[in-house]
């Protein structure tokens, strides 16, 4: 069967590798030159810069993603990665020395000795989450130790991050240090449910040193950088496609869906041909995409609600720095978030309603050569400063204001990078107009949806016969895993 697949971000280009292993002929349009949408690389001044993610997590040979990727025979080297977390008024760094994996829970319990027992507490309830998720629920055992161990949780599944954090810690500091995550997302704490929390601030993301296996097997996520950076994944899935017989076209817009009595046939591009096709997959904004090349008569009233109802991420205002000093003298972490603010709820609406906070809420500063040598020139490293950001201002637009904003970035940054400034060969920015740009979306969101509890995300069956929607807009969300995770899903629903 001929499936035409809109998008080679990574939703595209997994269905597509699917499909293409499976013998069927795949056709992958992109607007872009490359394939791999927000995995791309910017490069400048022989310098390259990672555009999307960074840190992730499945990525190893026993887990999700990395199993995937083998079973093609694409073998990536991966390394552990960790990061930092620095509050105005504290830091949680690693030690030099390794101090078991209960460092961070001793050295809170001594900056926050007032809420030890809440400490202890969300310990507990961390493990019972990881030992929920180790069990997954595969054979009819593994389902009822799960209800035994649900039952220690129980109690909280009703909560919010918010009412959970604000029940177990009276420091609003303390909070922070498992909520701030969250304006990643652009989730407000009182919106995301409690059980997210350990997922989303694994202890293994924070040390690198400590084990992801329990009594000899796998059972704690961590995060691994891709040796020579992300766009790899892109480009090893996107040749699996072309080894196996099928097509890649760059520099293409696809304009419409060809939908004849209800089913998907075909795609029309922008320069007027048409794609016959057994199945079309979309990807990117799910709003543009249904309403602009399927069109929302095709659909019925429960997949149009759903387009109405569920809430995409925000943008990100990302500075690129390519600099002739060494700036891990003094951040020995590839990785750290530096927060500036500890009321999230307040953050997260000024930047729904269009307020950029300027650096001032937080940023987050990464080596991206630290596992891409290759990035930068002899002697130069590349830095890279970035935050949240409103996908339109309130007042004024990105190109008039990028210069200044940048500006203010390197000057918060110097905090920590002393003489930063003084070291800059290049520059590159990224405004929610350049993303916009990149992803082909009239609404810049740079991770997908926000994790809104109970929300329903649009699903990948449509009501248009063999038409499937995948990336990180639809139903598994966001994040490289999410959107491989579904991406496969999406296919089996496709094929069986
Ligand atoms: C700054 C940033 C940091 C991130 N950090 C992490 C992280 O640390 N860990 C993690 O797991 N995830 C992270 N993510 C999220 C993750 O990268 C994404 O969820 C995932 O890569 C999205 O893949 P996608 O296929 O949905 O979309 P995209 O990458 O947006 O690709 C969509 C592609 O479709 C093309 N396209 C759309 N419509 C059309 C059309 N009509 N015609 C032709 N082409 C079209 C676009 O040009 C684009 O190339 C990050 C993302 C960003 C931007």
């Known amino acids: 069967m001929k499936v035409v697949i809109i998008g080679a971000g990574l939703g595209g280009l997994t269905f597509g590798a699917c499909a293409a292993g499976d013998g069927h002929e795949v056709i992958l349009i992109d607007k872009n030159k490359e394939p791999g949408g927000v995995l791309t690389l910017a490069r400048q001044d022989g310098f390259s810069f990672e555009q999307g993610p960074l840190a992730l997590t499945d990525l190893g040979p026993e887990e999700s993603v990395g199993s995937f990727l083998e079973s093609l025979g694409i073998h990536l080297e991966t390394v552990r990665a960790d990061r930092g977390l620095v509050t105005p008024d504290f830091a949680l760094l690693p030690p030099e020395e390794y101090e078991g994996p209960a ?24 493990e019972a989450l990881m030992h929920l998720r180790f069990l997954g629920g595969q054979n009819f055992i593994n389902r009822l130790k799960m209800l035994f161990a649900f039952r220690k949780i129980k109690k909280y599944e009703n909560m919010s991050c918010r009412a959970f954090t604000e029940k177990l810690f009276s420091d609003e500091r303390l909070r922070l240090v498992f909520n701030g995550i969250l304006a990643d997302f652009c989730a407000d704490p009182d919106e995301v449910q409690c059980f997210t929390l350990p997922f989303v601030n694994p202890e293994t993301g924070f040390e690198k040193r400590i084990p992801a296996e329990k009594n000899g097997r796998l059972f704690y996520p961590s995060f691994r950088y891709v040796v020579g950076g992300c766009q790899k994944i892109a480009e090893a899935l996107c040749n699996y496609i072309l080894a196996h017989g099928g097509q890649f076209l760059p ?26 096709a057994d199945a079309v997959v979309g990807c990117g904004a799910a709003r543009d995409f249904f309403t602009d090349l399927v069109g929302l008569e095709h659909l019925d009233e429960t997949y149009r609600k759903i387009l109405n109802s569920f809430r995409p991420m925000e943008a990100v205002f990302m500075l690129h720095l390519g600099v002739d000093y060494d700036p891990s003298v003094y951040q020995k972490q590839s990785l750290c978030y530096y927060y500036g603010s500890y009321d999230l709820h307040g953050a997260v609406q000024r930047l729904r309603s269009g307020v950029y906070h300027e650096g001032k809420d937080g940023y987050l500063i990464y080596f991206p050569d630290r596992h891409a040598p290759d990035f930068a020139p002899e002697g130069c490293h590349c830095v890279t400063i970035y935050t949240v950001c409103p996908d339109r201002l309130k007042e004024g637009s990105w190109a008039e204001r990028k210069k200044v904003y940048a500006d203010q970035l390197i000057c918060l940054a110097e905090k920590y990078l002393p003489g930063l400034s003084e070291h800059i060969v290049t520059r590159k920015i990224m405004t929610a107009e350049d993303y916009r740009e990149l992803t082909h979306m009239k609404k810049s969101s740079f991770g997908g949806v926000v994790p809104v509890w109970k929300q329903q995300n649009p699903p990948h069956v449509t009501p248009v016969r063999n038409l499937f929607f995948v990336g990180q807009q639809s139903e598994n969300g966001g994040g490289v895993p999410a959107v491989i995770g579904g991406a496969r899903d999406a296919y089996r629903k496709w094929t069986t």
């Open 251 to 276: 520099e293409t817009v696809a304009e419409k869906v060809l939908i004849e009595d209800g089913k998907a046939v075909g795609v029309r591009l922008s320069d007027g041909r048409e794609l016959s």
């Open 103 to 126: 460092w961070r829970k001793k050295r809170l319990k001594a900056l926050f000795p007032q809420d030890a027992a809440g400490i202890d507490e969300y310990y507990r309830f961390y």
